[in-house]
């Protein structure tokens, strides 16, 4: 936690213990307030007399309230029990004809319903599927799913990377890396790649590995710490994978005024 974050905490808690006081302080002066304005704090007799009148007249107005657990479960209380009971009696004892609340007879049918549907769903006609062909379609359908994003030609080329990739003199590729080097590449290592900032890429000697994979490699991640620009968020894998291909055409070129050998002789 940095000083910063400290201090807005400290502030809000400061803030808070502001509040409260103030909402105490507002209590009180409403107290004190309320006890100079009523000059009758204390009713008499009379006035108490008026006062519970008044409360019982209030409260006459007012029906009974059910209890909600009442209600929910169909629940007569006790005074209205007689409405319940049925004809018959036995040795003095009634019988009182409590009715099953009419939301859990909805359930019930509902659910003996919903059970007739789901034996000829799942069971008598197989329409619908169990878990074990739920889980077998699922492996199915990702089968399929896989198999048509390796054959996409967009989601192929993302897959090139440092471990798979094998060099190719196809000339359409190396035209692609070509075009891709212009402008990106020439600055630092030249238009023919004999070096400038960067080292000779034509040459023999590698400071970083001669192999195809060090080579995308080193495009991809680059050497940031040299000055060599890491490509992977510019360029896509199929690009970066191009431009390889055309670096390593270049080896035994010659160009003018090549730079001098940097790193070790690869064969
Ligand atoms: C800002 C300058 C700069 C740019 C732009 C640049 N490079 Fe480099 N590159 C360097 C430097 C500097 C090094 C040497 C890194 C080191 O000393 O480790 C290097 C190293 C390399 C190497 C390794 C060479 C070896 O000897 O192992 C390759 C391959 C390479 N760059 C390819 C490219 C390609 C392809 C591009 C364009 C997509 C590119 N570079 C763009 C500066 C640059």
């Known amino acids: 936690m940095s000083y910063a974050d400290l201090m807005v905490v400290v502030l809000l808690i400061t803030a808070l213990i502001i509040l409260i006081v103030a909402v105490m302080m507002f209590n009180l002066i409403k107290l004190y307030a309320n006890g100079t304005l009523n000059t009758l704090p204390f009713p008499n007799a009379d006035e108490r007399e008026r006062q519970r009148l008044a409360a019982a007249a209030e409260a006459a107005l007012i029906t ?62 197989g329409s619908g599927k169990n878990q074990e062909q739920e889980y077998v379609a699922e492996l199915e359908q990702a089968a399929r799913d896989k198999e048509a994003f390796l054959l996409n030609p967009a989601n192929a080329a993302s897959a090139v990377n440092e471990n798979n990739i094998e060099q190719s003199k196809d000339a359409v590729i190396i035209q692609s890396g070509a075009a891709l080097y212009a402008n990106r590449c020439t600055p630092c290592h030249g238009a023919a790649g ?74």
């Open 64 to 125: 009974p309230k059910v209890p909600l657990f009442n209600r929910l479960m169909g629940l007569k209380p006790l005074s209205e029990e007689h409405e319940l009971v049925m004809e018959h009696t036995f040795d003095g004892i009634a019988e009182l004809d409590n009715p099953t609340p009419r939301w859990f007879m909805v359930l019930f049918y509902g659910s003996i319903i919903f059970a007739a549907g789901y034996l000829l769903h799942y069971e008598v006609l």
């Open 194 to 267: 004999e070096g400038i900032v960067g080292p000779n890429l034509t040459d023999e000697f590698w400071l970083h590995g001669g192999g195809v994979k060090d080579v995308f490699k080193v495009i991809k991640y680059g050497v940031p710490e040299k000055g060599m620009v890491a490509w992977e968020k510019s360029l896509s894998a199929q690009q970066i994978a191009d431009i390889t291909n055309y670096v390593l055409s270049l080896q035994g070129s010659k160009p003018a005024n090549a730079k001098a050998p940097q790193g070790d002789k690869q064969p």
